[in-house]
């Protein structure tokens, strides 16, 4: 299975889960991107940051795929919105539990 890269936005305590459950659905993480960029450069669970939301919303995202991993709904919609004004596309991430059927994990991270 050919690996496909994606970017996590959001840097929290929830962050690892995501990174978790994206590598096991066949994504390698990219990178990170946080709100504001105080942080960009630091590396953070592994990963570097890459920039602020208003850095990536300042390049070409076409193409790329993200995962939103801040807990805030509204501050979510936001910038999903906004990515896919930019042509991010978000489907279901799925994992499949022994005892359960297929079921969506999150609505935003694209594959």
């Not at 890459?50 to 801040?70: A, N, P, V, W, Y």
Request: with cysteine; glycine share 10%; proline share 5%.
């Amino acid at each position: 299975m050919e690996k496909r890269e994606i970017y996590l936005l959001g840097i929290g305590h929830g962050t690892p889960i995501f990174m978790e459950l994206a590598e096991a659905c066949g994504y390698t993480i990219a990178g990170l991107y946080h709100y504001n960029d105080e942080r960009t450069g630091e590396i953070d669970y592994g990963y570097k940051i890459l920039g602020s939301f208003e850095d990536l919303f300042r390049s070409d995202i076409k193409g790329k795929l993200f995962c939103l991993t801040m807990g805030d709904m509204n501050t979510k919609t936001l910038v999903s919105k906004r990515l896919m004004a930019m042509g991010g596309v978000f489907r279901p991430l799925y994992i499949q539990q022994p005892s359960f059927p297929l079921m969506p994990i999150y609505q935003t991270v694209v594959s």
